[in-house]
């Protein structure tokens, strides 16, 4: 059995990864697509989505969905119900707010919301403890909250360009981290708490040469990306 998206045909049973982007532009997803129910990996990326239909609950073994480059303003709750996600990609978009409900995602390792309008680390990820990649850079984040330390498995942390000023010294309590970007932010003091030393990528260099009068051996960390 197949059924057909856009003038191509998709077999039902063996379709696990499923691309609709850039070129052509859709403002809504084509229904046929929900019946492709062993999607694993859903990519409508560079489109211009505002929305996502409630029959996306069909696809029950979707566990990553990248949904870059459209129109959201708003999160779609529709995905706080998938509980077999562990990527999500909402980067640039114009999203200003995240549900708390995100916490419940107990199978969710990598989050993106970067360039969107974010002004703090909502509540929904700082109370995940499953994620491991957390990028949430080109927002307008203004600190670092001590709720950081609630996420105990999160590897990478890109903060990058964003209008921090302050950061808890709760981030040092983050051990597994092994990835820390924040480049091109506001603070000027860096909690004495945190051990660079445990890191293997520490991209704040021209922060810390420049304003933070700290001395670090980068002989062994790579700057980055």
Do not use: H, W
Not at 137 to 164: H, R
């Amino acid at each position: 059995m197949s059924v057909e998206i856009l003038g191509k045909e998709y077999p039902v049973e063996t379709t696990t990864n499923f691309v609709l982007n850039n070129r052509y532009m859709i403002n809504e997803i084509p229904s046929n697509v929900f019946q492709l129910v062993n999607i694993e990996n859903l990519n409508l990326s560079f489109n211009i989505l505002t929305t996502i239909p409630t029959e996306i609950k069909n696809l029950t073994k979707l566990k990553k969905i990248n949904l870059c480059s459209n129109k959201f303003k708003e999160f779609p709750s529709e995905l706080l119900e998938m509980s077999n996600l562990e990527d999500i990609n909402v980067n640039v978009n114009k999203i200003s707010e995240l549900p708390e409900e995100l916490k419940n995602l107990n199978n969710l390792k990598v989050f993106c919301c970067g360039d969107n309008k974010l002004e703090k680390i909502p509540k929904g990820i700082l109370f995940n403890e499953s994620i491991e990649e957390l990028l949430l850079d080109g927002n307008k984040i203004k600190y670092v909250p001590p709720e950081i330390e609630n996420m105990k498995n999160i590897k990478q942390l890109n903060l990058t360009d964003n209008k921090i000023e302050t950061i808890a010294p709760e981030i040092a309590k983050l051990s597994n981290l092994k990835q820390l970007f924040m480049l091109d932010n506001e603070f000027t003091a860096f909690p004495k708490e945190f051990n660079v030393d445990e890191l293997e990528i520490f991209d704040v260099k021209n922060f810390c040469e420049n304003r933070l009068g700290r001395a670090f051996d980068y002989d062994n960390i790579i700057t980055g990306f």
